[in-house]
């Protein structure tokens, strides 16, 4: 997500702290620096101009000049610029006082649209604990009703479906059969066209004014770069939209939809979909992902996750695995919980961006370092139930069978062992601290590639599953000022 962009501000940025004491001059070079970065990234050259003249004005001064450390001065100026650009967002829907709340989704076919329809059916029940009711009115797509039933059936959500009635009169009938229903929220699934014409604005027009949604939300693909921008300005002239939902944000390596849009149009972005999962849907945040675009990570979305993974565990099972780590007690079984808990929240390459300096690593990995996790699921899958209690057991004829049901080699069982062995301290320590300390702990193994890329990634070759020796002796330093303590307070007692 938004490589091009980051990899061009953040050299940008570099730059102008390598340039020692900041003058107009150098501040000016950098800015234009800036510039070409955002327009790489597909940034729409109005939308350039103007967050460049609004960052020169504020950096170029003497309050900036003169400043303790102006470098750093000058980053918060372009994090805030950006914030501003994509920003400020309402994010929440404008529910209904009386009746059901009727949100409109349209698009463009190949926005993502439909699939579009299921997320936010399922954000809205687990987050804003709502009922809602997915209405086929896509009538023009062949297999759009279908396709609205098979993810209604996997998310629990019903779907209205009618026969032989047009667009507007489906979306009315959903409306009017709510109560009986039982729901609170209808969704709209509207017709799309491969391009803006004027029989899909009629249609959407009619809809619009005859059904009276409490909000209209256009799903965009944030890979067509400017067309995305377009689309957004067409369809808000016509319908007057009250948000967007951008999808597939986590294959834009450029990001340039994502800064314009807002700018362009006067329409804020409201959901962005980061995944191909129904699950992959989060609120539009400017601040959080003015961070990310700085390199600067995201724990508060990190943190989220997390807390989403935990409620929807149990609870008696969590406080056990909690009351385990604190005693140094886990076992591979819950090695392989963690590992599954970490998959479901996304990709490593996801996980990485939302740490602190992360971001650094994430150029490094490869497909087959994506797929590490769960190639160390499958190992622990292929060991029985006391191999996974008592690791100590497992031999080396043991390690032949656990590689042979795996479909690894025995030295990688090994690793998986030595890395399980090492990463226990680690664990238990983690266990003990504060939810502050765990989060600067975390945000000092994004600072470290090389730490994080022991904890994380597998070993095949040269790589190794393991913490990286300079951690190990840190470890041993902070253990060896710990016994030299307690010698000296021996000392004074006598």
Not at 115 to 135: D, E, I, Q
Not at 264 to 290: N, Q, S, W, Y
Not at 356 to 383: A, C, F, N, W, Y
């Amino acid at each position: 997500m938004f490589e091009t962009l980051q990899k061009g501000l953040t050299e940008a940025l570099r730059k102008l702290r390598r340039s020692g004491r900041l003058t107009e001059s150098n501040i000016r070079d950098g800015l234009q620096e800036v510039r070409r970065a955002l327009l790489e990234a597909d940034v729409h050259y109005q939308v350039v101009n103007d967050f460049i003249r609004r960052v020169t004005e504020k950096a170029v001064g003497q309050q900036v000049i003169r400043s303790i450390n102006p470098s750093e001065q000058i980053v918060k100026i372009v994090y805030d610029e950006l914030v501003a650009l994509m920003g400020p967002v309402d994010a929440d829907i404008h529910w209904s006082s009386k009746g059901p709340t009727v949100i409109m989704l349209c698009g463009l076919q190949g926005s993502g649209k439909t699939t579009t329809c299921g997320k936010l059916a399922l954000f809205l029940r687990r987050h804003r604990n709502k009922r809602p009711l997915l209405v086929a009115a896509d009538l023009q797509r062949p297999a759009a009703v279908e396709q609205l039933q098979t993810l209604g059936e996997q998310i629990g959500v019903p779907v209205y479906v009618e026969s032989n009635a047009t667009p507007v009169q489906v979306c009315r009938n959903a409306v009017a059969a709510a109560d009986e229903l039982r729901v609170d929220t209808i969704i709209l699934d509207t017709a799309g066209r491969l391009h803006v014409d004027e029989e899909l604005m009629r249609e959407l027009s009619d809809i619009d004014r005859l059904v009276q949604p409490n909000e209209v939300l256009l799903v965009v693909d944030a890979m067509t770069g400017q067309v995305a921008v377009e689309v957004a300005r067409a369809f808000n002239e016509a319908l007057e939209l009250d948000g967007l939902i951008m999808t597939k944000l986590d294959g834009d390596a450029r990001g340039g939809a994502a800064l314009s849009v807002k700018a362009v149009t006067g329409v804020p972005i409201k959901f962005v979909g980061v995944g191909e999962k129904l699950d992959r849907l989060e609120l539009f945040r400017p601040e959080r992902m003015a961070s990310r675009i700085l390199g600067a990570g995201d724990l508060m979305t990190l943190v989220e996750k997390v807390a989403e993974m935990q409620r929807m565990q149990d609870e008696e099972e969590l406080r056990r695995q909690q009351e385990r780590l604190a005693k140094g007690e886990i076992s591979l079984e819950d090695f392989r919980r963690a590992l599954s808990q970490m998959e479901k929240m996304g990709s490593l390459q996801e996980i990485l961006q939302l740490i602190p300096g992360g971001s650094q690593l994430v150029g490094e990995l490869d497909v087959e370092d994506t797929k590490e996790l769960r190639r160390l699921r499958g190992i622990i899958d292929s060991m029985t139930p006391e191999e996974r209690r008592n690791p100590a057991i497992i031999d080396g004829s043991r390690r032949r069978r656990i590689a042979a049901g795996s479909g690894t080699d025995p030295s990688e069982v090994g690793q998986l062992l030595k890395a399980f062995n090492g990463m226990r301290p680690m664990l238990k320590q983690m266990a003990q601290m504060s939810l502050a300390s765990r989060l600067k702990a975390l945000a000092g193994l994004g600072t470290n590639p090389g730490v994080l890329a022991g904890l994380l990634r597998g070993g095949r070759g040269k790589r190794e599953l393991v913490p990286t020796k300079s951690y190990q002796q840190r470890m041993e330093e902070r253990r060896a000022k710990k016994r030299k303590k307690r010698k000296e307070k021996r000392k004074r007692r006598r």
